[in-house]
């Protein structure tokens, strides 16, 4: 039987010619039945598609064929099926995109990008290299949730700040507030999902006067494949397609709490109201909870 899967991927590089990109892209991923989502600028590509573990291996070969994308970073994930046409039940559709930034932090004029990646960028550690850091300098070390509030309602590392953010463009004005200057006298790691988003967090902290700053490479999904829940993460890890989340062991803790009536869970659920565009966490009793209610309880 066909095996189902995710593969989340990023590339930092220079393209000359970004809408060649997205039509070479698309084509790609349509001549081998995938689907998902893929951003391109000037500065890189980023994307995640679900599909059959074959075509992946192929889309994978293909894109390496660029000399700009070879040295692209894939990471493997389990996906929940396959349809009847052997497409993947984790995405509707297949988005192929340009944009002025791969990571819409709103800050495209303060990336820059070279043949070896983001310029300026934190410290890359691995995730044995971290817990190195850990054991060396305790409680100095501060973690720095790259991420959307709600993603870390279900899933963060222990003790970590969670900026209170919406979307990935309040960091700026929140770095810009100064709300975090205390911490630019520590070690400050940086982490998000698969790690694209802390390339240019910690760019951005970096040029903002944090002089220890790091970067969790490869982000939560290559931390929780070599330590799973045995280490310093809590939770599930919240993905942006048909799964929701992604637990990392058969002992996962639930952290997270319904936003309806507090019950522990890790499900997250779009507001039913139809002029309302969050997200809550919320379990399945409370998933037609209006927002008004939801604020109230939360």
């Not at 044995?128 to 963060?156: Q, T, W």
């Not at 996962?252 to 499900?267: H, L, S, Y």
Request: proline share 4%; net charge negative; aromatic share 8%.
């Amino acid at each position: 039987m066909p095996l189902a899967k995710i593969l989340l991927f990023y590339a930092f590089a220079p393209l000359a010619d970004p809408d060649a990109i997205r039509l070479w892209q698309r084509d790609l991923c349509e001549s081998l039945g995938l689907r998902g989502r893929i951003l391109i600028s000037k500065d890189g590509v980023n994307g995640t598609l679900g599909g059959e573990m074959s075509a992946l291996k192929r889309y994978i070969r293909k894109t390496r064929d660029h000399a700009a994308l070879q040295a692209a970073d894939f990471k493997w994930s389990e996906g929940t099926g396959l349809d009847a046409d052997g497409r993947s039940l984790d995405f509707p559709k297949l988005s192929v995109k340009v944009r002025d930034e791969i990571v819409s932090f709103g800050a495209p004029g303060e990336l820059a990008v070279d043949a070896d990646g983001v310029v300026g960028g934190g410290a890359r550690l691995t995730p044995d290299a971290l817990h190195d850091l850990v054991d060396e300098r305790g409680d100095e070390v501060v973690f720095f949730d790259g991420r959307n509030a709600l993603e870390a309602a279900i899933g963060r590392f222990r003790d970590a700040i969670v900026p209170p953010t919406e979307t990935t463009r309040d960091f700026v004005d929140l770095l810009d507030s100064g709300a975090y200057d205390h911490l630019k006298g520590r070690p400050v790691v940086t982490y998000c999902t698969g790690g694209i988003r802390c390339e240019v967090l910690s760019s951005l902290m970096a040029s903002r006067g944090f002089g220890e700053v790091y970067q969790l490479e490869g982000g939560i999904v290559r931390y929780g494949e070599r330590y799973g829940d045995d280490g310093l993460w809590d939770g599930s890890l919240y993905v942006f397609d048909g799964r929701g989340s992604v637990d990392f062991s058969d002992h996962t803790a639930v952290i997270g709490r319904c936003a309806g009536c507090g019950a522990p869970t890790k499900r997250t659920a779009n507001c039913p109201d139809a002029s309302c565009r969050r997200q809550f966490v919320a379990c399945e009793s409370c998933d037609a909870v209006p927002c008004g209610e939801h604020a109230a309880a939360g």
